[in-house]
């Protein structure tokens, strides 16, 4: 009975898909934070890592199904980490790519004389063997998805022209944090915003009328919403929150303690 128990009470384990998601939603948020701090535009990253728009995006948002094999998606990151001045190696090992053998094999007699038989300049060639398969592999996986987002794909051509479409640093407009100030969206027919706590506050996001969250975040939570006409954002601690537009540089809302309401609108084209 006691067993029973103890079995009931136990957590269901995710599955190995469940923990990449997961994991991969976590270290998103933080690469975004880190990006936003050093206020790196995406095309400053495409040019800094060598990596597609598209896949440092889908990496920021944790959008699994959008990137390669996972061996490769830890490659992506550990270059990523390492443009925003992480140490790219230990952070990208967090991701899991590949369940842990459980099982020692039994190694008989015949295979340890051969083991001891091995001599060091051996092994020496079959690490590099091993390293240069894995660089090649890599490598060829990075080339395929360039080509893939450079191809004749018209949902890969869609996303490419919208790229184009964003305007540039330079024109960007600056959206200062006044209360229920309306921001239009000029360049783009739908809106997106992203928010990082920088301290916990209480927040409300509206999108096209429709309450979409409120509640109160912690510190260093980072969520993202997108709106196909208007996005309304509130909260009571204007300077605990850091608010990006269209994946625009990130800026404070306002002031610690000071409530505010941003609301911004995209533009419908001209009929």
């Given at each position: 009975?006691?067993w029973?128990?103890?079995k009931?009470?136990?957590q269901?384990q995710l ?9 991969l939603?976590e ?8 990006r936003?701090?050093k206020g790196?535009s995406?095309?400053?990253?495409v040019?800094?890592?060598?990596i597609?728009r598209?896949?440092l ?7 699994l ?6 061996i490769?998606?830890?490659g ?8 925003v001045?992480?140490n790219?190696?230990e952070?990208?090992s967090?991701f899991?790519?590949a369940?842990?053998a459980?099982n020692?094999?039994?190694v ?6 051969s ?9 020496y060639?079959l690490?590099?063997f091993l ?24 949902k890969?051509?869609?996303?490419e022209?919208?790229v184009?479409?964003?305007?540039t640093?330079?024109q ?7 209360s ?8 783009n027919?739908s809106v997106q915003?992203g928010v990082?706590l ?10 096209d009328?429709?309450t979409?969250f ?19 954002v509130?909260?009571?601690?204007a300077?605990g929150v850091?608010?990006s537009?269209?994946q625009?540089a990130?800026?404070q809302?306002g002031e610690?303690?000071k ?6 609108a995209?533009?419908k084209?001209e009929?």
């Open positions: 009975m006691k029973l128990k103890r009931n009470n136990e269901p599955s190995l898909e469940e923990q990449r998601a997961e994991k939603a270290m998103g948020a933080q690469l975004w934070a880190a936003q701090e790196l995406l095309e400053e990253m040019a800094l890592t060598k597609p598209r896949l995006q889908a990496i920021e948002e944790g959008n199904n959008d990137l390669p094999e996972p490769y998606i830890q992506l990151i550990r270059q990523f980490a390492d443009a001045g992480f790219g190696v952070f990208a967090q899991p790519v369940f842990q459980v020692t094999p039994t008989t007699p015949t295979q340890s004389i083991m001891g038989l091995l001599r060091p300049v051996h092994l060639l690490y590099i390293i240069i398969c894995s660089v090649s592999s890599l490598s060829h996986v990075l080339n395929n998805a360039a080509l893939r987002a450079n191809g004749s794909d018209p890969q051509n869609n996303q022209a919208l184009k479409n964003q305007p640093q330079s960007q407009s600056t959206t200062v944090p006044v229920d100030r309306l921001i239009d969206n000029k360049d027919q915003i990082t920088k301290a916990s506050s209480w927040i409300r996001v509206v999108a009328g429709k979409e409120e509640g109160i975040l912690p510190e260093g939570a980072h969520r993202v919403w997108k709106a196909q006409e208007q996005l309304t509130k909260t009571n601690n300077g850091l608010m537009v269209n625009q990130a800026k809302m610690f303690g409530e505010e309401e941003i609301k911004i995209a533009v084209p009929s």
